[in-house]
């Protein structure tokens, strides 16, 4: 399979719908697209600004100070201690890194790369590309032989599924039994609201508890984009095995994908200043808090949900047909048709929208 034979994009599907909110007499609210709304946090625009004089090309690998700020932060705020710069490489934004992975690790036919059931298209979009076979699975015990690429995203998106460390521990061992690596999805992590995770940590793929101590085969990917508002900077890295990241590292230099020196010296400010994360994250909980029962309101069960920027969300019927009634009261969301066919009844709002839209949205949701 080549990129010609890719199909649409499929957000191209949901504009009539777009079109239906937009006359709404109150405009739309759009909580299909999971785009931070926020500014970007000043001590971040600084970092930027200060570092504009980038004349010379930046490193694949990454600067120092980057990575030693991934680890510290790995530490510090995922319970992930003793990495070490080897164990770090920076990717410009990690939808990029989702898509190529396969390609990098040198996959294609006969290939089997493993992805969650409600998942976003790009892990199955990077199997393909190299004419792997992309299998949706959630059950460590159901992978098949051939699987070289295991994808775990905790928590979810769409659906905000948090794996406590035990489970993770079991997809590692299934995994290291397939001769597979094990590539965990990590980039809400800042963002868990219902107990436990609310209180603690979610824990990564690569704590010891997961791992036994022993990082072979196994990397997790990390974006700026949700917890300090960093979408458009593309900031964001992988983590993890060394001599995997060193083999990804010297392919990574052949295709020039280096993150530019001004965005890396950005991501140092942000990952050593935990303030503007927890203001964010405040954020994102009120507007959870108003959402979730209006949404439950309008007939709709939640699913799952604990952690991320979404309510995966339905009412027993086709998402389209919920898409319908949204758009109806100028609401637009995204269809779970969008993250895989298991899922055709549910829809899912994201939290990614103003305090007045989200309020917007509320009153709406309850008049249903």
């Known amino acids: 399979m080549g990129v010609a034979d890719l199909a649409d994009y499929p957000w191209d599907a949901v504009a009539p719908y777009a079109a239906k909110a937009r006359s709404h007499p109150d405009g739309i609210v759009d909580l299909s697209i999971g785009s931070p709304v926020d500014p970007t946090p000043r001590v971040v625009a600084d970092a930027l600004a200060a570092a504009t004089d980038a004349h010379a090309y930046p490193q694949t690998v990454g600067t120092p100070a980057l990575r030693e700020a991934v680890v510290d932060w790995f530490a510090r705020r995922r319970g992930v201690p003793r990495l070490t710069p080897e164990s770090v490489l920076p990717s410009i934004g990690s939808k990029e890194l989702v898509a190529l992975l396969p390609l990098l690790l ?55 599924r948090v794996w406590a460390a035990a489970s993770l521990r079991v997809a590692v061992l299934r995994a290291r039994e397939l001769g597979a690596v094990l590539a965990s999805d990590e980039c809400y992590a ?22 036994g101590g022993d990082l072979t085969g196994v990397v997790a990917a990390y974006s700026l984009s949700k917890q300090s508002n960093l979408a ?36 140092v400010a942000a990952l050593h200043d935990d303030e503007h994360v ?45 898409l319908d009634r949204l758009a109806g009261a100028g609401i637009l969301a995204g269809p779970g048709h969008f993250y ?10 994201s939290l990614t929208a103003t305090d007045e839209r989200i309020a917007a949205a509320a009153a709406r949701l309850s008049a249903l």
């Open 232 to 267: 458009g900077y593309r900031a964001a890295f992988l983590a993890g095995d060394p001599a995997l990241l060193e083999r990804l590292l010297t392919a990574r230099k052949h295709l020039g994908l280096m993150l530019p020196q001004p965005v890396q010296a950005a991501m």
């Open 190 to 211: 800042e963002l868990g609201w219902d107990a436990p995770w609310d209180a603690e940590p979610i824990p990564s793929a690569l704590d010891p508890r997961v791992t």
């Open 278 to 322: 927890a203001a964010q994250k405040e954020l994102y909980r009120a507007r959870r808090a108003l959402l979730k029962p209006a949404v439950e309101a309008a007939g709709f069960r939640i699913d799952r949900s604990e952690a991320g920027l979404y309510l995966w969300a339905t009412e027993g019927r086709d998402a389209w047909e919920s």
């Open 340 to 349: 895989g066919p298991h899922f055709p009844q549910h829809v899912r709002f």
């Open 106 to 160: 040198g996959l294609g036919p006969g290939d089997v790369v493993v992805h969650p059931r409600a998942a976003y298209p790009t892990y199955e979009v990077g199997a393909r590309l190299v004419g792997a076979t992309p299998v949706a699975s959630d059950e460590p015990r159901e992978w098949p032989e051939g699987t070289r690429l295991v994808w775990i995203n905790s928590p979810g998106n769409p659906d905000g």
